[in-house]
């Protein structure tokens, strides 16, 4: 296919685009905003259909505008908006938008939990006595529920993230690194498409394809905020598979993202080469019997707070509290989180959340034990909130696999 029939094919419709600005616009008009400055490229991306290095103007009434300082001409192929322009240089943003009518602003929306400080500054300087406004928030919420082509596209992920976890028990052998075998399972996901790249929205919070680690070294804490990490293959990156053999009798953890046009899912399987503990295979049926609790209370008006707390009394009742969702003092205090554009979107499946299930709400549930110098065993998969309840959009058995 050509560059521009690619494009076509994947181009976010207008519609969409129109519907997720009118509903920003709605926010804006009620905290008493005159615009907002977008430039964050998953955002961009979200609002527009394109990355280009931009920024987009959205104002609280009207058309957005959105101008482009690189590359003008792909940023015209990519998104459907009827007012794309170039953008020579930042220092030119205050009159093109004073020129297109957009004058005596007060009051600005920016990413701030994103844009860093010296940008802040900038935008200040260029917008001198407007009140600079935290967006993020509005953004987020809406974010956090799905439209319907969304949810379309969430699912062809699950569907294709269901073939490349099926290919697993090919490739998994006694005695491989966890490096390699991470490798060939990177090399079938990215042959069918995966983008190769996992885009998190939490400061320093790196993350490649995903994690595959086996045994002792599953259990090892790291700076990742989840319940697994890895041991890694060096200090500059101590997070997922290193040079540690596959062993047999071993948990083997693959926790992987499958991303179509940019839409994430999130899945965890546990495999092993010969059968592991007793102990273990308990622990695993536990973490399934958890999500099946979950999954049949989470409906809309469910408070994400409860969810968590039904997990963490059944890990308790089991005896495992102490390593549930890491071990001890390295436990983390969520057992979900939302995906999408983002693995870190919202909601939060998390002690004390408040936060309400909306139908179109999309998040990955993933309850897991630690047991340190043993393994990780536990399971995730990634589900969509519907007006009766959740849908699952990732696939592949829940049981653990042993070959």
């Known amino acids: 296919m050509e560059l521009m029939e690619v494009i076509k094919s994947r181009r976010t419709p207008a519609t969409e685009i129109n519907q997720r600005i009118t509903k920003l616009q709605e926010v804006m008009q009620l905290q ?12 961009l991306f979200y609002y527009t259909g394109t990355i280009q290095n931009s920024q987009l103007f959205i104002p609280a009434e009207g058309k957005p505008v959105l101008l482009v300082r690189r590359v003008y001409q792909r940023a015209k192929e990519e998104s459907p908006l009827e007012n794309i322009q170039p ?67 969430l699912k062809r992920a699950g569907q294709i993230h269901y073939e490349v976890f099926r290919q697993v028990p090919e490739f998994l052998k006694a005695g491989i690194t966890e490096v390699e075998l991470a490798g060939k399972f990177e090399a079938v996901a990215r042959a069918m498409g995966h983008q190769g790249l996992v885009r998190i929205r939490g400061f320093n919070q790196d993350l490649t394809y995903g994690c595959c680690v086996s045994g002792a070294d599953a259990a090892v804490a790291g700076f990742f905020d989840g319940p697994v990490s890895g041991a890694g293959l060096s200090p500059a990156y101590p997070n997922g598979g290193g040079q540690k053999r596959i062993v047999r009798g071993q948990p083997v953890i693959l926790d992987y993202s499958g991303i179509v046009d940019g839409y994430i899912v999130d899945q965890t399987r546990i495999f092993s080469v010969g059968p592991v503990s007793e102990k273990l295979r308990r622990a695993h049926r536990e973490a399934v019997e958890i999500q099946e609790a979950i999954v049949e209370i989470a409906k809309p008006g469910t408070p994400c707070g409860e969810l968590y707390d039904l997990a ?23 057992v979900g989180h939302g995906v999408g554009l983002e693995l870190d979107e919202m909601p939060v499946i998390a002690k004390g959340v408040k936060t309400l299930l909306e139908p179109g709400m999309v998040f990955a549930l993933e309850p897991k034990f630690v047991f340190p110098g043993e393994g990780v065993v536990g399971i995730e998969n990634t589900f969509v909130v519907t007006p009766d309840g959740v849908e699952r959009l990732t696939l592949n058995p829940d049981e653990l696999v042993e070959i």
């Open 87 to 153: 953008l020579t240089s930042l220092k030119k943003l205050p009159e093109l938008l004073a020129g297109m009518g957009f004058t005596g602003l007060k009051k600005l929306g920016f990413e701030l939990d994103v844009l860093p400080y010296n940008n802040v500054i900038l935008y200040q300087q260029l917008f001198p006595g407007v009140e600079l406004w935290d967006i993020s928030p509005a953004i987020r919420n809406q974010r956090a529920v799905k439209s319907a082509y969304e949810i379309e596209i």
């Open 312 to 334: 963490a009394n059944m890990a308790e009742k089991c005896g495992l509290a102490d390593h549930f969702q890491g071990y001890k003092e390295n436990q983390v205090k969520f």
């Open 32 to 43: 008493g905003l005159d615009g907002a400055i977008i430039v964050q490229n998953i955002d």
